[in-house]
């Protein structure tokens, strides 16, 4: 990575933040990292669970990390959504895939 990868430890988070701005919308795929940690050549910082963002079980890794793609899983097609409310206000949706992919960080 060249800049810090910031992770949740909590999957629904993940998944809410792949939809935020229509992210999963505009890739057109949505996927959910599992990550294995080994080995870190990098800094870590784990946020406090307390206080506003408490829900979010962050964990920050410093630039440099490597991944390596374990294994990618078709887990189902679904529905995400994109909304252009500067423009029209409308409400886009389209029907994307969703994979769990096994990385490897180093």
Not at 15 to 41: C, I
Not at 43 to 69: H, M, P, Q, V, Y
């Amino acid at each position: 990575t060249d800049k810090p990868l910031s992770t949740s430890i909590c999957p629904q988070v993940a998944l809410r933040n792949a939809e935020y701005q229509g992210k999963a919308f505009d890739a057109g795929e949505v996927h959910l990292l599992v990550l294995t940690v080994k080995t870190p050549s990098t800094n870590i910082f784990c946020f406090n669970n307390r206080g506003a963002l408490s829900d979010e079980k962050e964990i920050l890794f410093s630039g440099g990390a490597k991944l390596t793609l374990k294994s990618k899983t078709f887990v189902k097609r679904g529905k995400v959504f994109s909304c252009d409310e500067r423009i029209t206000g409308k409400v886009n949706e389209k029907e994307v895939s969703f994979y769990m992919l096994e990385v490897e960080l180093s």
